[in-house]
T-cell receptor, first 109, second 121 residues
Framework: TQLLEQSPQFLSIQEGENLTVYCNSSSVFSSLQWYRQEPGEGPVLLVTVVTGGEVKKLKRLTFQFGDARKDSSLHITAAQPGDTGLYLCAGVNNNDMRFGAGTRLTVKP | DAGITQSPRHKVTETGTPVTLRCHQTENHRYMYWYRQDPGHGLRLIHYSYGVKDTDKGEVSDGYSVSRSKTEDFLLTLESATSSQTSVYFC????????????????????FGEGSWLTVV
């Protein structure tokens, strides 16, 4: 079983729709990161959240770290085809970082 | 883009043969990592290095060895390739450890290479 569970695994939506993807764990993390990965490339860091309850915004993307630092969500407003990709969360504790399996998002024009 | 080059980018090899993947960085970062990515498992750490000749095991290190003789190069060797090692391998680099990044309050920025696709037949 994964230390970090991401849901949904797959999501296909139309351009302009809003969506939320989730990253859940029973473990507490000192920080949590979100990455986006496009086909044939390595993951690229989007954001790091460090404080419980923290909310960070990156243009149309809103990231939230749970109060207990066990979970996180990524909300995308008015999705665009360029948002298509694999979204990975990664939880960090001490010198250990573990990834979830990812949510594969497809945004259709 | 972070200066990370992985080679080869694609390789097909036979079961039982040794394989070496190379990661080369131009950023002078202290920390280097090798991950594998498989469907349903996400990225899993194989080995990492915290300096020249300083390496440690990750989550899935069995069947793999690493070497770092220079700051810029981190080699991953599959001693005797098996079909279960068919995967995409990613090298990553970072200037800080995860714990240092946390203490700085900014987390740790990790940069990934473009991946090496390995098929063991």
């Amino acid at each position: 079983t994964q230390l970090l569970e991401q849901s949904p695994q797959f999501l296909s939506i139309q351009e302009g729709e809003n969506l939320t993807v989730y990253c859940n764990s029973s473990s507490v993390f000192s920080s949590l990161q979100w990455y986006r990965q496009e086909p044939g490339e390595g993951p690229v860091l989007l954001v790091t959240v460090v404080t419980g309850g923290e909310v960070k915004k990156l243009k149309r993307l809103t990231f939230q770290f749970g109060d207990a630092r066990k979970d996180s969500s990524l909300h995308i407003t008015a999705a665009q085809p360029g948002d298509t990709g694999l979204y990975l969360c990664a939880g960090v504790n001490n010198n250990d970082m573990r990834f979830g399996a990812g949510t594969r998002l497809t945004v259709k024009p | 883009d972070a200066g990370i080059t992985q080679s080869p980018r694609h390789k097909v090899t036979e079961t039982g043969t040794p394989v070496t993947l190379r990661c080369h960085q131009t950023e002078n970062h202290r920390y280097m990592y090798w991950y594998r990515q498989d469907p349903g498992h996400g990225l899993r750490l194989i080995h990492y290095s915290y300096g020249v000749k300083d390496t440690d095991k990750g989550e899935v290190s069995d069947g793999y060895s690493v070497s770092r003789s220079k700051t810029e190069d981190f080699l991953l060797t599959l001693e005797s390739a098996t079909s279960s090692q068919t995967s995409v391998y990613f090298c990553a680099i970072s200037p800080h450890s995860f714990s240092t990044g946390y203490l700085r309050g900014s987390g740790n920025t990790i940069y990934f290479g473009e991946g090496s696709w390995l098929t063991v037949v």
